[in-house]
T-cell receptor, first 116, second 114 residues
């Protein structure tokens, strides 16, 4: 079974440029998460989707960050414009619905962003 | 709010040494507790979990016991191997109210040398 797939793995851009990250969750997982991981830190939740609905986006900086999950499967996270402080790893994860399964989140390998 | 505190790394051990990585938490209610591991160049993956007080999670020789009285979930292994070198993250989930949202600690890097 395929795991969570993210792309690109690495992205280098100049500040003020836009960038987008794509995530394909595990088949059958209705819940999808985007996490931000700064160097030497633990992941922090940016947004959580249940199907197409963003049920927790309280930590998403909405002035420059946006996300979508059309059709409740793939998701895209966008930053426009990027700032130097956005350099980090952006992790996507998926899970079965809350209350089902083991509560385990399955993570992709992450997209490492460097803003120059 | 919820929080997880882990001992700082890096932790450097010789092969076959005993490992303890401390983790304490702050949460309202009765969280589930997890240890995730991130091997070099790979994504985070679940190592073990415990969903209620006094539960012991175990996997690959690692163990952790959910201690409600001390709000702790320390990770232990009796004999580490070079292949255990990785970053270990303690995390909690206040499911079902919080869904499967995880709150992570800052991670502890483990280096095992021959």
């Amino acid at each position: 079974e395929a795991g969570v797939v993210q792309s690109p793995r690495y992205k280098i851009i100049e500040k003020k440029q836009p960038v987008a990250f794509w995530c394909n969750p595990i088949s059958g997982h209705n819940t999808l998460y985007w996490y931000l991981q700064n160097l030497g830190q633990g992941p922090e939740l940016l947004i959580r989707y249940e199907n197409e609905e963003a049920v927790d986006d309280s930590q998403l900086p909405k002035d420059r960050f946006s996300a979508e999950r059309l059709k409740g499967v793939d998701s895209t996270l966008k930053i426009q414009p990027a700032e130097l402080g956005d350099s980090a790893v952006y992790l996507c994860a998926s899970s079965l619905d809350p209350g089902q399964g083991t509560g385990e989140l399955f993570f992709g390998e992450g997209s490492r962003l460097t803003v120059l | 709010g919820n929080s997880v505190t882990q001992m700082e790394g890096p932790v450097t051990l010789s092969e076959e040494a005993f490992l303890t990585i401390n983790c304490t938490y702050t949460a309202t209610g009765y969280p589930s507790l997890f240890w995730y591991v991130q091997y070099p160049g790979e994504g985070l993956q679940l190592l073990l979990k415990a969903t209620k007080a006094d539960d012991k999670g175990s996997n690959k020789g690692f163990e952790a016991t959910y201690r409600k009285e001390t709000t702790s979930f320390h990770l232990e292994k009796g004999s580490v191997q070079v292949s255990d070198s990785a970053v270990y993250f303690c995390a909690l989930s206040e499911s079902p109210g919080g869904g499967n949202k995880l709150t992570f600690g800052t991670g502890t890097q483990l280096k095992v040398e021959l």
